[in-house]
């Protein structure tokens, strides 16, 4: 069981090491970001309620998203761990997340918090393509897709998503930096915190996600 938080601030890379990490230990990502999105594609309430505030960059209530997790770790393929990408996001969230763990007898094992400077996350940002399907991330000048404008996986047209216009860039990262970057001191003192250099290739990163966890007490997950 490995039970994983992805932090950092947009464009860290926190998606694309998810969906990696996810893949390799088969334990599911929960990325409270495409949950949103998905139900703005439909829609529904939910969707209604965060459309605007996701489109201007600003985060979501936190009574909204910890329902979100809360479904989600209830699920029978939770069991064997998660990996949660994008959430928390403020302390509120951090201390209903433990709350959510501790009814449910289980614990965070790591917090890997991906670190990278602010040019490169701008750079990242505006030059990102995603699949309104899967999810999936390229990068125009970095890892193009391989038919020009489609997904690799299923085909799917890539959009550039709404919050990854300049205006909504600017104002998510300042979110990050006031909401979001004081978790690290949260988790600190609980000995899960770890810091990686989010520079890099995905590959390059994922080597230094794979031997940060190389610590864990049960000798790590077991590699396919
Ligand atoms: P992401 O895909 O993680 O960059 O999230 C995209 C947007 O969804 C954010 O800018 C927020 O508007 C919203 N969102 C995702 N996760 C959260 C969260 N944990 N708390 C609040 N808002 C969130």
Do not use: W
């Not at 047209?157 to 860039?169: C, H, I, S, T």
Request: one cysteine or more; hydrophobic letters at 35%.
């Amino acid at each position: 069981m490995l039970n994983l938080i992805f932090l950092g601030p947009p464009g860290a890379g926190k998606g694309t090491q998810a969906q990696r990490l996810a893949s390799r230990f088969g334990i599911p990502q929960l990325s409270t970001g495409d949950v949103l999105r998905r139900a703005v594609a439909e829609k529904s309430a939910l969707g209604m309620k965060a459309k605007a505030l996701m489109e201007s960059g600003k985060l979501v209530p936190d009574e909204v998203v910890n329902g979100i997790v809360d479904e989600a770790l209830a699920r029978p393929e939770a069991l064997r761990g998660f990996l949660l990408d994008g959430f928390p996001r403020t302390v509120a969230q951090a201390t209903a997340l433990d709350e959510m763990l501790a009814r449910r007898g289980r614990r965070i094992d790591y917090v890997l918090n991906l670190e990278v400077p602010a040019e490169v996350l701008v750079d990242r940002l505006s030059g990102r393509l995603s699949c309104p399907n899967d999810g999936s991330v390229y990068h125009l000048r970095t890892n193009p897709p391989k038919r020009p404008g489609l997904c690799d996986k299923d085909g799917a047209k890539l959009v550039q998503r709404p919050d990854d216009q300049p205006e909504a860039v600017r104002r998510r990262l300042s979110e990050y930096q006031e909401k979001t970057a004081l978790l690290t001191g949260y988790y600190k003192p609980r000995k899960v915190l770890r810091t990686i250099d989010g520079v890099g290739t995905p590959e390059e990163v994922e080597g230094r996600i794979a031997s940060a966890l190389r610590d864990h007490p049960t000798g790590g997950p077991a590699q396919p």
